[in-house]
Protein backbone atom coordinates (compact mmCIF):
# COMPACT_ATOMS: atom_id res chain seq x y z
CA UNK A 1 0.00 0.00 0.00
CA UNK A 2 1.35 3.17 -1.14
CA UNK A 3 -0.07 6.75 0.06
CA UNK A 4 0.77 10.06 -1.00
CA UNK A 5 -0.21 13.24 0.58
CA UNK A 6 0.60 16.79 -0.42
CA UNK A 7 0.84 20.23 1.85
CA UNK A 8 2.16 22.33 4.12
CA UNK A 9 4.61 21.58 7.18
CA UNK A 10 5.01 24.26 9.38
CA UNK A 11 7.13 24.98 12.04
CA UNK A 12 5.14 24.91 15.49
CA UNK A 13 5.82 27.18 18.51
CA UNK A 14 3.94 26.30 21.30
CA UNK A 15 5.05 27.64 25.35
CA UNK A 16 5.12 24.92 27.72
CA UNK A 17 2.25 22.68 28.83
CA UNK A 18 -0.73 25.40 29.36
CA UNK A 19 0.57 28.48 29.71
CA UNK A 20 -0.25 31.48 28.15
CA UNK A 21 1.70 33.15 24.82
CA UNK A 22 5.10 34.37 26.79
CA UNK A 23 3.79 33.49 30.11
CA UNK A 24 7.58 32.24 30.87
CA UNK A 25 10.15 32.46 28.10
CA UNK A 26 10.32 29.09 26.55
CA UNK A 27 8.25 27.93 23.58
CA UNK A 28 8.20 24.59 22.35
CA UNK A 29 9.72 23.99 18.57
CA UNK A 30 7.92 20.77 16.42
CA UNK A 31 6.59 20.30 13.37
CA UNK A 32 3.00 19.58 11.67
CA UNK A 33 0.54 20.41 9.07
CA UNK A 34 -2.83 18.54 7.91
CA UNK A 35 -1.36 16.14 4.85
CA UNK A 36 1.57 15.76 7.01
CA UNK A 37 0.03 14.27 10.34
CA UNK A 38 -1.82 12.00 7.92
CA UNK A 39 1.62 10.28 6.65
CA UNK A 40 2.98 10.11 9.55
CA UNK A 41 -0.20 8.25 11.20
CA UNK A 42 0.26 6.00 8.11
CA UNK A 43 3.85 4.94 8.32
CA UNK A 44 3.26 4.27 11.92
CA UNK A 45 0.38 1.39 10.88
CA UNK A 46 2.98 0.27 8.42
CA UNK A 47 1.86 1.94 5.51
CA UNK A 48 4.38 3.29 2.53
CA UNK A 49 3.38 6.67 3.41
CA UNK A 50 4.93 9.58 0.98
CA UNK A 51 4.93 13.01 1.89
CA UNK A 52 5.20 16.19 -0.94
CA UNK A 53 5.74 19.78 -0.17
CA UNK A 54 8.17 22.24 -0.96
CA UNK A 55 10.73 23.36 1.60
CA UNK A 56 13.86 25.53 1.91
CA UNK A 57 17.22 23.85 1.71
CA UNK A 58 18.09 25.69 4.87
CA UNK A 59 18.63 24.37 8.16
CA UNK A 60 14.84 24.31 9.11
CA UNK A 61 13.22 23.26 6.29
CA UNK A 62 16.19 20.27 6.87
CA UNK A 63 14.66 20.17 10.53
CA UNK A 64 11.13 19.46 9.04
CA UNK A 65 12.21 16.73 6.70
CA UNK A 66 13.97 14.80 9.08
CA UNK A 67 11.35 14.73 11.47
CA UNK A 68 8.84 13.22 9.08
CA UNK A 69 11.82 10.68 8.36
CA UNK A 70 12.27 9.78 11.95
CA UNK A 71 8.67 7.87 11.21
CA UNK A 72 9.77 6.24 8.08
CA UNK A 73 7.76 9.10 5.67
CA UNK A 74 9.27 8.80 2.47
CA UNK A 75 10.19 12.70 1.91
CA UNK A 76 12.37 12.27 -1.77
CA UNK A 77 9.65 14.02 -3.31
CA UNK A 78 9.79 17.03 -1.45
CA UNK A 79 11.09 20.31 -3.37
CA UNK A 80 13.88 22.10 -2.08
CA UNK A 81 13.73 25.94 -2.56
CA UNK A 82 12.03 29.03 -0.95
CA UNK A 83 13.36 31.13 1.66
CA UNK A 84 11.10 30.46 4.83
CA UNK A 85 8.85 27.80 6.53
CA UNK A 86 5.52 28.78 7.64
CA UNK A 87 5.24 28.89 11.58
CA UNK A 88 1.76 28.62 13.03
CA UNK A 89 1.83 29.65 17.25
CA UNK A 90 -0.47 27.21 19.51
CA UNK A 91 -1.90 28.07 22.91
CA UNK A 92 -3.18 25.29 23.98
CA UNK A 93 -6.76 25.90 25.79
CA UNK A 94 -7.75 24.34 29.25
CA UNK A 95 -10.80 24.41 30.64
CA UNK A 96 -13.17 26.98 29.40
CA UNK A 97 -10.89 28.79 28.00
CA UNK A 98 -10.31 28.12 24.28
CA UNK A 99 -7.00 26.93 22.47
CA UNK A 100 -5.47 29.79 20.21
CA UNK A 101 -3.96 29.06 17.10
CA UNK A 102 -2.01 32.22 15.48
CA UNK A 103 -0.74 31.60 11.53
CA UNK A 104 3.00 33.41 10.00
CA UNK A 105 3.03 31.39 7.11
CA UNK A 106 2.68 34.13 4.79
CA UNK A 107 5.43 33.83 1.78
CA UNK A 108 6.49 30.33 2.99
CA UNK A 109 7.94 27.73 0.30
CA UNK A 110 4.82 26.24 -0.66
CA UNK A 111 2.93 29.30 -0.76
CA UNK A 112 5.44 30.68 -3.73
CA UNK A 113 5.44 27.15 -5.41
CA UNK A 114 4.31 26.74 -8.88
CA UNK A 115 2.86 23.89 -10.83
CA UNK A 116 6.28 23.15 -12.57
CA UNK A 117 7.40 22.17 -9.14
CA UNK A 118 5.89 18.77 -8.79
CA UNK A 119 6.23 16.13 -11.53
CA UNK A 120 3.14 13.94 -10.54
CA UNK A 121 3.06 11.07 -12.85
CA UNK A 122 6.42 10.30 -11.49
CA UNK A 123 5.12 10.77 -8.02
CA UNK A 124 1.87 8.38 -8.38
CA UNK A 125 4.14 6.02 -9.55
CA UNK A 126 3.02 2.62 -7.96
CA UNK A 127 0.28 5.01 -5.22
CA UNK A 128 -2.66 3.76 -4.45
CA UNK A 129 -4.26 6.67 -2.46
CA UNK A 130 -3.80 10.16 -2.79
CA UNK A 131 -4.73 12.69 0.17
CA UNK A 132 -5.55 16.52 0.33
CA UNK A 133 -6.89 19.09 2.49
CA UNK A 134 -8.93 22.47 2.19
CA UNK A 135 -6.00 23.93 3.76
CA UNK A 136 -3.61 23.32 0.94
CA UNK A 137 -5.55 25.61 -1.46
CA UNK A 138 -6.37 28.38 0.41
CA UNK A 139 -2.84 29.05 0.17
CA UNK A 140 -3.37 30.96 -2.92
CA UNK A 141 -4.93 30.65 -6.74
CA UNK A 142 -1.38 28.91 -7.42
CA UNK A 143 -2.09 26.08 -4.81
CA UNK A 144 -5.71 25.47 -6.36
CA UNK A 145 -3.70 24.88 -9.77
CA UNK A 146 -1.26 22.57 -8.11
CA UNK A 147 -4.20 20.06 -6.68
CA UNK A 148 -5.78 20.37 -9.55
CA UNK A 149 -2.99 19.13 -11.31
CA UNK A 150 -2.23 16.47 -8.42
CA UNK A 151 -6.07 14.95 -8.63
CA UNK A 152 -6.61 14.73 -12.61
CA UNK A 153 -2.59 12.46 -12.64
CA UNK A 154 -3.82 10.48 -9.62
CA UNK A 155 -7.04 10.00 -11.68
CA UNK A 156 -5.04 9.15 -14.63
CA UNK A 157 -2.99 6.45 -12.89
CA UNK A 158 -6.49 4.89 -10.99
CA UNK A 159 -4.99 6.46 -7.23
CA UNK A 160 -7.92 6.61 -4.95
CA UNK A 161 -8.37 10.17 -4.10
CA UNK A 162 -9.74 11.87 -0.43
CA UNK A 163 -9.84 15.32 0.69
CA UNK A 164 -10.49 16.51 4.09
CA UNK A 165 -12.55 20.06 3.81
CA UNK A 166 -10.79 21.51 6.66
CA UNK A 167 -12.27 24.86 6.35
CA UNK A 168 -10.17 27.52 7.70
CA UNK A 169 -11.32 31.30 7.85
CA UNK A 170 -8.02 32.91 8.93
CA UNK A 171 -6.69 31.29 5.20
CA UNK A 172 -9.82 32.26 2.63
CA UNK A 173 -13.30 33.47 2.34
CA UNK A 174 -16.31 30.97 2.20
CA UNK A 175 -16.52 32.48 -1.09
CA UNK A 176 -13.06 31.54 -2.59
CA UNK A 177 -13.64 28.64 -0.71
CA UNK A 178 -16.86 27.46 -2.42
CA UNK A 179 -15.57 28.13 -5.78
CA UNK A 180 -12.13 25.89 -5.00
CA UNK A 181 -13.41 23.40 -3.89
CA UNK A 182 -15.99 23.17 -6.11
CA UNK A 183 -13.11 22.55 -8.81
CA UNK A 184 -11.32 20.19 -7.09
CA UNK A 185 -14.52 18.28 -4.86
CA UNK A 186 -15.01 16.42 -8.51
CA UNK A 187 -12.23 14.05 -8.58
CA UNK A 188 -12.61 12.97 -4.78
CA UNK A 189 -13.94 9.60 -4.03
CA UNK A 190 -14.00 10.35 -0.37
CA UNK A 191 -14.72 13.48 1.43
CA UNK A 192 -14.05 14.06 5.28
CA UNK A 193 -15.57 16.65 6.61
CA UNK A 194 -17.42 17.98 9.85
CA UNK A 195 -20.80 19.77 9.76
CA UNK A 196 -19.05 23.23 10.12
CA UNK A 197 -16.82 23.05 6.87
CA UNK A 198 -20.11 21.25 5.13
CA UNK A 199 -22.10 24.86 5.86
CA UNK A 200 -19.01 26.80 5.37
CA UNK A 201 -17.44 25.06 2.19
CA UNK A 202 -20.60 24.68 0.45
CA UNK A 203 -23.86 25.83 2.06
CA UNK A 204 -25.23 22.67 3.51
CA UNK A 205 -26.64 22.35 6.53
CA UNK A 206 -28.85 19.55 8.12
CA UNK A 207 -32.47 19.40 7.09
CA UNK A 208 -34.95 20.34 9.63
CA UNK A 209 -32.67 19.86 12.96
CA UNK A 210 -30.42 21.91 14.58
CA UNK A 211 -26.70 20.57 14.84
CA UNK A 212 -25.28 23.11 16.94
CA UNK A 213 -27.87 22.01 19.74
CA UNK A 214 -25.41 20.18 21.81
CA UNK A 215 -26.16 17.04 21.03
CA UNK A 216 -25.79 14.63 18.18
CA UNK A 217 -28.61 14.28 16.34
CA UNK A 218 -28.25 11.24 13.67
CA UNK A 219 -30.60 12.19 11.11
CA UNK A 220 -29.03 15.48 10.97
CA UNK A 221 -25.77 14.24 9.94
CA UNK A 222 -27.26 11.87 7.85
CA UNK A 223 -28.70 14.73 5.95
CA UNK A 224 -25.35 16.68 5.94
CA UNK A 225 -23.43 13.55 4.20
CA UNK A 226 -26.07 12.52 2.09
CA UNK A 227 -25.96 16.07 0.47
CA UNK A 228 -22.82 15.67 0.13
CA UNK A 229 -22.77 12.68 -1.56
CA UNK A 230 -25.08 13.76 -3.79
CA UNK A 231 -23.45 16.83 -4.99
CA UNK A 232 -20.00 15.42 -6.09
CA UNK A 233 -20.85 11.44 -6.71
CA UNK A 234 -18.63 10.69 -3.44
CA UNK A 235 -17.97 7.07 -3.14
CA UNK A 236 -17.87 7.42 0.67
CA UNK A 237 -18.71 10.71 3.18
CA UNK A 238 -17.06 10.73 6.59
CA UNK A 239 -18.04 13.39 9.05
CA UNK A 240 -16.66 13.30 12.50
CA UNK A 241 -18.94 14.05 15.48
CA UNK A 242 -17.19 16.21 18.34
CA UNK A 243 -19.38 17.57 21.53
CA UNK A 244 -17.23 20.22 23.00
CA UNK A 245 -18.17 20.40 26.76
CA UNK A 246 -14.90 22.62 27.24
CA UNK A 247 -11.71 22.88 26.15
CA UNK A 248 -10.57 20.12 28.28
CA UNK A 249 -12.97 18.01 27.73
CA UNK A 250 -14.93 16.61 24.12
CA UNK A 251 -17.03 13.80 23.46
CA UNK A 252 -15.97 11.89 19.90
CA UNK A 253 -17.27 9.89 17.40
CA UNK A 254 -18.19 9.98 13.89
CA UNK A 255 -20.33 8.65 11.31
CA UNK A 256 -18.93 7.08 7.64
CA UNK A 257 -21.73 6.97 4.91
CA UNK A 258 -21.13 4.96 1.66
CA UNK A 259 -23.71 5.50 -0.53
CA UNK A 260 -26.02 2.93 1.10
CA UNK A 261 -25.28 2.43 4.73
CA UNK A 262 -24.52 5.09 7.66
CA UNK A 263 -22.48 3.66 10.06
CA UNK A 264 -22.24 5.47 12.94
CA UNK A 265 -18.87 4.93 15.75
CA UNK A 266 -19.07 4.57 19.67
CA UNK A 267 -18.46 8.05 21.25
CA UNK A 268 -15.54 8.16 23.41
CA UNK A 269 -15.19 10.56 26.30
CA UNK A 270 -12.01 12.48 25.68
CA UNK A 271 -9.73 14.21 28.16
CA UNK A 272 -7.83 16.18 25.68
CA UNK A 273 -3.87 16.41 26.16
CA UNK A 274 -3.79 18.31 23.03
CA UNK A 275 -6.33 18.00 20.38
CA UNK A 276 -4.68 19.30 17.35
CA UNK A 277 -4.00 17.00 14.42
CA UNK A 278 -7.43 14.95 15.78
CA UNK A 279 -9.26 15.06 12.55
CA UNK A 280 -5.86 13.81 10.44
CA UNK A 281 -5.75 11.10 12.90
CA UNK A 282 -9.41 10.31 12.07
CA UNK A 283 -8.59 10.58 8.16
CA UNK A 284 -5.28 8.09 8.50
CA UNK A 285 -7.17 5.76 10.27
CA UNK A 286 -9.80 6.24 7.87
CA UNK A 287 -7.03 5.65 5.14
CA UNK A 288 -5.32 2.72 6.46
CA UNK A 289 -8.94 0.88 7.13
CA UNK A 290 -10.57 1.45 3.69
CA UNK A 291 -6.82 0.08 2.17
CA UNK A 292 -6.73 -3.15 4.29
CA UNK A 293 -10.47 -3.68 3.29
CA UNK A 294 -12.38 -2.94 6.39
CA UNK A 295 -16.28 -3.04 6.51
CA UNK A 296 -17.57 0.71 6.81
CA UNK A 297 -18.81 0.17 10.51
CA UNK A 298 -15.07 -1.54 11.45
CA UNK A 299 -13.75 1.31 9.39
CA UNK A 300 -15.13 3.96 11.15
CA UNK A 301 -15.07 2.76 14.53
CA UNK A 302 -10.63 2.61 13.55
CA UNK A 303 -10.88 6.03 12.65
CA UNK A 304 -12.39 7.49 15.62
CA UNK A 305 -10.68 4.69 17.95
CA UNK A 306 -7.15 6.08 16.34
CA UNK A 307 -8.45 10.03 16.79
CA UNK A 308 -9.21 9.64 20.04
CA UNK A 309 -5.75 8.36 20.90
CA UNK A 310 -4.29 11.42 19.67
CA UNK A 311 -6.12 13.23 21.55
CA UNK A 312 -3.88 12.01 24.22
CA UNK A 313 -0.53 12.98 22.64
CA UNK A 314 1.38 15.74 22.65
CA UNK A 315 2.44 17.54 19.39
CA UNK A 316 0.44 17.23 15.76
CA UNK A 317 1.75 13.33 15.29
CA UNK A 318 -0.15 10.85 16.19
CA UNK A 319 2.15 8.29 17.70
CA UNK A 320 -0.20 5.10 17.71
CA UNK A 321 0.33 1.37 16.67
CA UNK A 322 -1.99 -0.50 14.57
CA UNK A 323 -2.14 -2.99 17.76
CA UNK A 324 -3.28 0.11 19.87
CA UNK A 325 -6.32 1.46 17.88
CA UNK A 326 -7.74 -1.74 17.75
CA UNK A 327 -7.55 -2.62 21.52
CA UNK A 328 -9.35 0.40 21.53
CA UNK A 329 -11.56 -0.43 18.65
CA UNK A 330 -12.89 -3.67 20.74
CA UNK A 331 -13.69 -2.04 23.66
CA UNK A 332 -10.72 -1.82 25.78
CA UNK A 333 -10.55 1.84 26.79
CA UNK A 334 -9.74 1.16 30.36
CA UNK A 335 -6.19 3.04 30.39
CA UNK A 336 -4.84 0.74 32.71
CA UNK A 337 -1.21 0.23 33.04
CA UNK A 338 0.27 -2.55 30.11
CA UNK A 339 2.63 -4.75 32.13
Known amino acids: MRVVTFGEIML??????YYRFFQNDQM???????EANVAVSLANFGVDAAYVTKLPAHAIGQGAVDALRAFGVDTSKIVRGGERVGIYYLEKGASQRGSVCIYDRAGSAIQKAQ???????????GADWFHFTGITPALGENLVEICEQACKAAK???????????????????EQARAAMTRLCQYVDVCISNEEDAKDVFGIEAENTDIYGGKLNHEGYKSVAKQLADKFDFEKVAI????????????WAGMLYDGENY?????????????????????????????TGKDSQSAVEFAVAASALKHSIEGDFNRVSVAEVEKLASGDGSGRVQR
Do not use: M
Open 28 to 34: QATFGGG
Open 115 to 125: PSDFEWDAIFE
Open 240 to 251: TLRTSISASDND
Open 156 to 174: AKGVKISCDLNYRGKLWTR
Open 263 to 291: CFSKSYSLHIVDRVGGGDSFGAGLIYALL
Open 12 to 17: RLAPNG
